[in-house]
């Protein structure tokens, strides 16, 4: 039998990359799913990782990390007192304030460590194209390929990374998404902890431009004017 | 991803360096132009550069001064000049701030034996490659080829204009002389998304939109 871990957070790409699994990855068998509250600002999203959760894998944990919000007090995620960077302030910035201190590495590692325990050899990560140009070097494909020449050092218990959305970008995996049945009203991507997205921190930009490419109206309310009827976007 | 800025004084060049510098450590680049385009002075190096050390003909003979800081985001960790910015390429000088995510097809389909393992260095060769009469047009035909995030100046060694590319990566610039910069400071605006402005005598002025081919959506 087939087991994977999938860290899933909430957002679009890892609800994606479960439903892609669960639907079109005949290979695997049995999904178990991590979600990790890291005292992350937008912690609304680990209500939609349960969402995204249900009824589709074998076991859903929720992870208390919040210590690690504690410690990583340069990230405007974690810590209230800084503010979100906006999109326009920070495009092309090699690492933004947004950046929680490796938090990928981390969260992989337990990832690969409840992997073996339960006996499953793949693990998948949620990077995807946009995370490089975000200013997120633990979203790059150096950071996948180094990350798996760690875990191949392991002498039994063998696990790999895999991320299939990584060379995608956000039209791409909205497609997916529509194609695999993500409901992306259960989904939440904006960095501020605001009932509605904001639609102008890098998260909400490109979330939003993948909804434009797809000709697409997203589902989820922002609190300022998207001009979807400008792009002739529809109803999913 | 790294820090472009440029001045016609050098005092404020050597300003704008100290300011971008928290951009990328890793190595620095710039270049000296003339106003008469007589002769250019580029310099790259790596880690960090103390500017009031150049000779002192560099200060006096130039009229235009433009800067590049690197970040190691690309795959090359070894430091040399050939991966440093700016890149040269017969008729043009460029530097950039970003991340070219169709490198591999641009590389495929609009070169021959292009093996330059940093992606901004295929910016000169498109440019040669897309020559036009208008070099307006060359800049618009060459940037509408790219994905992903610019920002950049690209100087053209044959008529001595250079020119300001945004697509995404964030550039703020005067109105009234040559300066710019990656990093926002008083007195300087964002540059409009996706457009190309020319750095004139007067001020930094439009001269080209382009399509939004970042992969983003912003809303100023």
């Known amino acids: 039998m087939n087991k994977c871990v999938i860290p899933i957070s909430g957002g679009i790409d890892s609800s994606v990359i479960l439903h892609h699994v669960k639907k079109q990855r005949d290979d695997i068998d049995e999904i178990y799913t991590l979600t990790f509250n890291y005292g992350q600002r937008h912690d609304k999203e680990i209500n939609c990782a349960i969402d995204q959760s249900f009824g589709n894998v074998k076991s859903h944990k929720v992870i208390d990390a919040t210590f690690l919000g504690n410690l990583f007090t340069s990230s405007s995620l974690t810590n209230d007192e800084i503010d979100v960077a906006k999109t326009k302030d920070v495009l092309g910035d090699p690492q933004t304030v947004n950046y929680v201190p490796n938090r990928n590495a981390i969260i992989l590692s337990i990832c690969a460590g409840y992997a073996e325990s339960v006996g499953a050899s793949t693990v998948f990560h949620g990077a995807a194209l946009v995370d490089s140009e975000a200013g997120y070097w633990d979203g790059s494909n150096e950071f996948l390929q180094s990350i798996n020449n760690l875990l191949s050092l392991n002498r039994r218990d063998r696990v790999q990374i895999e991320a299939p959305l990584i060379n995608m970008n956000k039209q791409e995996i909205i497609a997916l998404g529509v194609e695999t049945g993500v409901n992306f009203s259960d989904t939440w991507t904006c960095y501020e902890g605001e009932d509605m997205a904001c639609g102008k921190c890098p998260a909400c930009s490109s979330r939003i431009k993948g909804f434009i490419d797809n000709k697409l109206i997203d589902p989820i309310v922002y609190s300022i004017d998207i001009p979807w009827e400008d792009f002739n976007c529809v109803t999913i | ?220």
């Not at chain 2, 970003?98 to 591999?104: A, E, V």
Request: net charge negative; charged share 20%.
């Open chain 2, 1 to 220: 991803m790294c820090g472009i800025f440029g001045s016609n004084n050098f005092s404020k060049f050597v300003s704008l360096y100290d300011i971008n510098k928290q951009r990328g450590y890793f190595s620095f680049g710039m270049l000296g132009a003339r106003k008469d385009n007589n002769s250019l002075y580029i310099k790259k190096q790596p880690g960090e550069i103390n500017l009031d050390q150049l000779p002192s003909h560099v200060e006096h003979e130039h009229q235009l001064f433009l800067g590049h800081t690197q970040a190691p985001t690309s795959q090359e960790r070894n430091y040399t000049t050939t991966t440093s910015h700016p890149f040269e390429s017969q008729s043009w000088i460029i530097a950039h701030n970003g991340i070219i995510n169709n490198y591999d097809s641009l590389k495929n389909e609009h070169t021959s034996n292009h093996t330059n393992p940093v992606d901004s260095s295929i910016i000169p060769v498109l440019l040669e490659k897309n020559t036009h009469d208008d070099i307006l047009e060359t800049l618009e035909k060459t940037f509408s080829l790219i994905k992903g995030l610019v920002g950049a100046w690209c100087y053209n060694k044959r008529t001595g204009r250079c020119f300001l590319v945004r697509m995404g990566s964030t550039l703020y610039i005067t109105n009234n002389d040559q300066t710019f910069s990656s990093i926002k400071l008083e007195g300087l605006k964002i540059m409009p998304d996706n457009s190309i402005y020319e750095i004139c005598d007067h001020g930094i002025i439009p001269q080209v939109n382009l399509q939004n081919n970042t992969s983003f959506f912003t809303i100023d």
